[in-house]
Nanobody, 121 residues
């Protein structure tokens, strides 16, 4: 099993920035594809960004150019740098992991508890 713990959420003004962190347990972190999802009140959980085992990254159209995913394998940590935040970015953000590479049907087996991001106007 893989345990994921997110941190870095909070309240920011529109146009501001936050960096989310997700630290994973285990010694095989570098072999897992790591990603971020989010869920706003009353909406379905949606894909945000992913860092494949191969090193390739993918982003949802809604966050391209504003968000950047990165990882530090030595620290077993994946990051989501969020810039130019908008009120519509408000959601609970979840870290996720799976051994499989990202595809359009990717749905991870392992999930963190989530961290709240609130963007005020």
């Amino acid at each position: 099993q893989v345990e994921l713990v997110e941190s870095g959420g909070g309240l920011v003004q529109a146009g501001g920035s936050l960096r989310l962190s997700c630290t994973a347990s285990g010694r095989a972190f570098s072999t897992y594809t790591m990603g971020w999802f989010r869920q706003a009140p009353g909406k379905e959980r949606e894909f945000v960004a992913v860092f494949n085992w191969s090193g390739l990254t993918y982003y949802a159209d809604s966050v391209k150019g504003r968000f950047t995913i990165s990882r530090d394998n030595a620290k077993n940590t994946v990051y989501l740098q969020m810039n130019s935040l908008k009120p519509e970015d408000t959601a609970v953000y979840f870290c996720a992991a799976d051994r499989r590479s990202y595809t359009s049907s990717w749905y991870p087996n392992y999930w963190g508890q989530g961290t709240q991001v609130t963007v005020s106007s």
